[in-house]
T-cell receptor, first 114, second 114 residues
Framework: KAGVTQTPRYLIKTRGQQVTLSCSPI?????VSWYQQTPGQGLQFLFE???????NKGNFPGRFSGRQFSNSRSEMNVSTLELGDSALYLC?????????????FGSGTRLTVV | SQQGEEDPQALSIQEGENATMNCSYK?????LQWYRQNSGRGLVHLIL?????REKHSGRLRVTLDTSKKSSSLLITASRAADTASYFC??????????????FGKGTHLIIQP
């Protein structure tokens, strides 16, 4: 079955611009979460969506937002980009339920802010 | 903030040897997971161990969990050049398919010398 698909793979933006990243989860997975990875801070949880609702959010400013559509596809948006937003953004999908089987990650979107 | 801390930060061994990585965490968890990342790409789920389990095996991987010490170890036996990657432990506070997200450690960079 198809894995988690993230688009685009690479992106270069200028400070002050905004950016939208897309994530298509594995078919049947209704939970989508987003992570930011930087050399300094490592992997950090951004937010998680389930059935179009944000269930949890990490410690990031309001410039970081997201949404999930009825087909479980998710987008994250970063407004007013800063140089420090340069990072690898990873999306992960998982099954739902009371038992967790682990997450399936996409290959990521590498964002460079200049 | 980082929940897990891996030790060592980097490890270089000869092909065929065993590699052991350790992870410590701070708060009570529902489960602990190990992931592999090759060259800044997506994360690959390796193994999940629940808080009521003490040891788990998957192929050449062996994971232990000591909840009293809040620590886990990952053993890779008979290492291969393809095992060269960064390894991360990640903790999940409660079940439910992702609501809390994962909290990652900084990772161990493993190099297998041919």
């Amino acid at each position: 079955k198809a894995g988690v698909t993230q688009t685009p793979r690479y992106l270069i933006k200028t400070r002050g611009q905004q950016v939208t990243l897309s994530c298509s989860p594995i078919s049947g997975h209704r939970s989508v979460s987003w992570y930011q990875q930087t050399p300094g801070q490592g992997l950090q949880f951004l937010f998680e969506y389930f059935s179009e609702t944000q269930r949890n959010k990490g410690n990031f400013p309001g410039r970081f937002s997201g949404r999930q559509f009825s087909n479980s596809r998710s987008e994250m948006n970063v407004s007013t980009l800063e140089l420090g937003d340069s990072a690898l953004y990873l999306c992960a999908s998982s099954r739902t339920g009371t038992v967790n089987y682990g997450y399936t990650f996409g290959s990521g979107t590498r964002l460079t802010v200049v | 903030s980082q929940q897990g801390e891996e030790d060592p930060q980097a490890l270089s061994i000869q092909e065929g040897e065993n590699a052991t990585m350790n992870c410590s965490y701070k708060t009570s968890i529902n489960n602990l997971q190990w992931y592999r990342q090759n060259s800044g790409r997506g994360l690959v789920h390796l193994i999940l161990i629940r808080s009521n389990e003490r040891e788990k095996h998957s192929g050449r991987l062996r994971v232990t969990l000591d909840t009293s010490k809040k620590s886990s170890s990952l053993l890779i036996t008979a290492s291969r050049a393809a095992d060269t990657a960064s390894y991360f432990c990640a903790t999940e506070l409660r079940s439910g398919g992702g609501a809390d997200g994962l909290t990652f450690g900084k990772g161990t960079h493993l190099i297998i010398q041919p």
